[in-house]
């Protein structure tokens, strides 16, 4: 945690490298209180109402809804992925860890807000052991990256 923030006195500075991102989210609780202790609640507020577009980094349009539809469309690409994962020559290891990143993907698709940002990178990491154009074209119809 203290790549991400540093304490010196009554300052404190955050670090905005490259890590920020996963650091921030990694350990989202320890820097909300930091950030009250600091006194940067009403700098929370304000930036809560910055016009932010994460699709620039997400690479979701910022209309994008993880609707029925989506959801729908999502479960077929994964069985899909796996009738592939079948018919491939991956190692055992390569299997598990795909169909593992698959198993994962459904379970965060059936939750009522599910983390769109995790499912698109674990729908990624399984593709990347399947090479099938016609996966990636689906992916790239459902998520629009």
């Given at each position: 945690?203290?790549?991400?923030?540093?304490?010196?006195?009554?300052?404190?500075?955050?670090?905005?490298g490259?890590?920020?991102p996963?650091?921030?989210?990694?350990m989202?609780?320890?820097?909300?209180?930091?950030a009250?202790?600091?006194?940067?609640?009403?700098?929370?507020?304000?930036?809560?109402?910055?016009?932010?577009?994460?699709?620039?980094?997400?690479?979701?349009?910022?209309?994008?809804?993880?609707?029925?539809?989506?959801?729908?469309?999502?479960?077929?690409?994964?069985?899909?992925?796996?009738?592939?994962?079948?018919?491939?020559?991956?190692?055992?290891?390569?299997?598990?860890?795909?169909?593992?990143?698959?198993?994962?993907?459904?379970?965060?698709?059936?939750?009522?807000?599910?983390?769109?940002?995790?499912?698109?990178?674990?729908?990624?990491?399984?593709?990347?052991?399947?090479?099938?154009?016609?996966?990636?074209a689906?992916?790239?119809?459902?998520?629009?990256?």
């Amino acid at each position: 945690m203290q790549d991400l923030f540093l304490v010196a006195g009554d300052e404190v500075y955050f670090g905005l490298g490259s890590s920020f991102p996963v650091h921030l989210y990694e350990m989202k609780s320890a820097v909300a209180e930091v950030a009250i202790d600091a006194g940067l609640a009403d700098a929370a507020r304000i930036m809560a109402k910055l016009p932010i577009d994460s699709s620039s980094w997400t690479g979701l349009s910022k209309s994008f809804k993880f609707d029925a539809m989506a959801k729908e469309k999502v479960t077929a690409l994964v069985q899909k992925a796996r009738t592939e994962l079948q018919r491939s020559s991956l190692s055992n290891a390569e299997h598990s860890k795909a169909d593992a990143y698959l198993d994962c993907v459904l379970l965060l698709a059936e939750q009522e807000d599910p983390d769109v940002d995790l499912i698109t990178v674990l729908l990624r990491k399984a593709l990347f052991f399947l090479t099938g154009v016609g996966l990636l074209a689906d992916f790239k119809s459902i998520f629009g990256n």
